[in-house]
């Protein structure tokens, strides 16, 4: 992620890269989402169905306030995409 970042700022306590576009920062996402924690997320985001507990305890975190809100959400989430991925034609 570090060689496609612009920059650091310190936020709240923490270091956040700074990217010159969204799509660059989504890039570097992906990146760290498929090795990040040693291929953690690969591994629980590899095949369907995704373990999103699994997902959103390391990411998220375990233990912290609304964690099954974001699971939730991220099923939400997941089952919108293969709506509209079915309207456009596409087999997730």
Do not use: H, Q
Request: charged residues 25%; positive net charge; proline residues 4%.
């Amino acid at each position: 992620m570090g060689e496609l970042a612009d920059g650091r700022a310190w936020i709240a306590g923490k270091d956040w890269y700074s990217f010159p576009s969204p799509e660059i920062g989504m890039m570097a996402f992906g990146r760290y989402l498929k090795v990040g924690v040693d291929g953690f997320y690969r591994r629980a985001l590899g095949d369907t169905p995704y373990d999103w507990e699994a997902f959103a305890s390391v990411y998220y975190g375990r233990g912290v306030p609304g964690l099954d809100r974001y699971i939730r959400n991220l099923r939400a989430l997941e089952s919108r995409f293969r709506e509209k991925a079915a309207e456009a034609g596409f087999v997730w």
